[in-house]
C-alpha cells in the first residue's frame, strides 16, 4: 500500500468498530532482541499463572517450542566463529533430542489426551519462529568478527536458552501440581495414591515420566546458563533510539485494537490481556513523569503521580479478578498480543539498559520522552471507559 494513499487515524473514526474499515497503521518493528525479550516476558508470566490443569496442553506445546528455539539456535551468523562451538551447542542438542522423545510418545500415549498446546507456548513459538526470519534475511549482513557483534550473539543464546529453562521449571511445576491434585482427589477412596518415594512425592502416575523429562529438560538448559546467563547479557546490543514517536505509534495502535477486541470477542483471557497491559502503561508513566520531572519538563504537582499510581492500582485489581475467571485453555487474540508486545518493546527502548531499568538521569536525557509522556498520559486518561466496561463484561461473550 502506497505511503501517501494510506488513511490516517482521524479518518477512520466513524469506523473504528468495523475490521473491515480500519487500515493498516504499523507492521510488526520489533528487532531480535525485542523478540527475544518477549519470549522470556511470557515464559516468566507462564510460570506465574500454571496450574495442574495446564500440564497436558503444556506438554504438547514443548517439542514444537523446543524445534522452534532450535532453528533459531542454528540461523545465528557465526555458528563455528569463537572457541567451544560444538560445546556450545551441546545443550540445544540434548534438548532437542528429549523434546523430539516427548513428541512421539505423545502420540501413543493415554494421558495427556490429544489437545491443542497450550495457548502460551504457541506464543512463544511463533515469536520464536518470527525472530528466526528475520535472522535469515538479514543475519548474513552482522560482521560476526567484531567483538560487540559476537558478544550480542551470545547474548541472544543466553536468552534463548533461559527461555526454555524458564518453560521447562513451568511444565515441571505444572505436573507437579497435576499429580498433587490427583493425589488429594483420591484420598478418602477405595484407590488412594501412593506418593513416590524415590523422586519428588508428587511425581505419581502417570505423570512421573513426564517429569522426568521436563527435569532433564530443565537440568540441560540449566548447565548452559550456570555462571554464564548474567555474563553474556551484558554484552546484549542497544540500539540508539531512531524513532521519537514509537510510544505514541504503539499507543494508537493498541488503542484501536483494544476498542476493536472489546467489542467484538472480550473473552476473559483477552481482558486479562488488556487490564494487564493497561496496568504495565500506568507503570511506565510513573517513570517517564519522575524522569520528566527530574529534567525540569514537567512542574512537580501533588496530584499527578498518585492519580497515576491508583490508576495502576486498579488496573492490577481488575487483571486480577479477570485471571480467576480465566479459562486454561481460553483463546488470545493475537492482533492483541501483537499491539501488546509492541507497547512492552515501546516503553522498555525508553526506559530500560539491556537487563535493567536504565537511571532517570538516562531516560531523560533519550529521544522520545515528552511525546512519550503526552501520549502515554492520554492513553491513561481515555481509557478509564474501559475500566468500567471490563467490570461489565460477562465471563463469555455472547
Do not use: C
Request: charged share 25%; proline share 6%.
Amino acid at each position: 500500500m502506497d505511503a501517501d494513499h494510506r488513511s490516517g487515524f482521524a479518518d477512520v473514526d466513524d469506523a473504528l468498530f468495523d475490521t473491515t474499515q480500519i487500515p493498516l497503521t504499523s507492521r510488526d518493528i520489533r528487532t531480535v532482541g525485542e523478540l527475544l525479550h518477549d519470549v522470556d516476558h511470557t515464559a516468566r508470566h507462564l510460570l506465574m499463572d500454571v496450574a495442574g490443569d495446564d500440564a497436558g496442553r503444556l506438554l504438547h506445546g514443548w517439542p514444537d517450542l523446543v524445534a522452534a528455539a532450535a532453528t533459531l539456535w542454528s540461523s545465528l551468523p557465526g555458528q563455528q566463529f569463537g572457541a567451544g562451538a560444538h560445546t556450545r551447542d551441546e545443550p540445544i542438542t540434548r534438548l532437542v533430542s528429549v523434546g523430539d522423545a516427548i513428541g512421539r510418545s505423545l502420540r501413543s500415549t493415554s494421558w495427556p489426551p490429544v489437545s491443542q498446546p497450550d495457548r502460551r507456548m504457541t506464543q512463544m513459538t511463533r515469536t520464536l519462529g518470527h525472530a528466526s526470519d528475520l535472522v535469515h534475511r538479514f543475519g548474513a549482513d552482522l560482521p560476526v568478527q567484531r567483538t560487540e557483534s559476537y558478544r550480542d550473539l551470545e547474548a541472544a543464546r543466553a536468552r534463548i536458552m533461559h527461555a526454555l529453562y524458564v518453560s521447562a521449571h513451568a511444565v515441571g511445576v505444572s505436573l507437579h501440581q497435576h499429580g498433587h491434585n490427583r493425589y488429594q482427589d483420591a484420598l478418602g477412596t477405595n484407590r488412594p495414591i501412593e506418593l513416590n518415594r524415590r523422586h519428588s512425592p508428587y511425581a505419581v502416575p502417570p505423570t512421573t515420566e513426564w517429569i522426568r523429562r521436563m527435569a532433564v529438560s530443565e537440568a540441560a538448559a540449566g548447565r548452559y546458563l550456570d555462571g554464564r546467563f548474567t555474563q553474556a547479557l551484558r554484552g546484549e546490543a542497544n540500539r540508539p533510539i531512531e524513532d521519537d514517536t514509537r510510544i505514541s505509534r504503539a499507543l494508537a495502535g493498541w488503542d484501536i485494537q483494544a476498542h476493536r477486541t472489546l467489542a467484538s470477542d472480550a473473552w476473559p483471557t483477552n481482558m486479562v490481556l488488556i487490564t494487564r497491559t493497561q496496568g504495565l502503561i500506568a507503570g511506565a508513566a510513573m517513570v517517564l513523569v519522575d524522569a520528566a520531572q527530574l529534567a525540569g519538563h514537567l512542574e512537580p504537582t501533588d496530584r499527578l503521580s498518585p492519580a497515576i499510581a491508583e490508576a495502576g492500582r486498579a488496573w492490577s485489581n481488575l487483571a486480577s479478578r479477570w485471571g480467576d475467571l480465566t479459562a486454561p485453555d481460553a483463546r488470545l487474540d493475537p492482533d492483541l498480543m501483537h499491539k501488546a508486545a509492541e507497547v512492552r518493546a515501546a516503553y522498555r527502548e525508553l526506559t530500560h539498559a539491556s537487563t535493567t531499568m536504565a537511571s532517570l538521569d538516562v531516560i531523560a536525557a533519550r529521544p522520545g520522552l515528552l511525546p512519550g509522556i503526552d501520549a502515554t498520559l492520554h492513553t491513561l486518561e481515555s481509557s478509564s471507559e474501559w475500566r468500567m466496561s471490563s467490570r461489565r463484561r460477562p465471563r463469555h461473550p455472547t
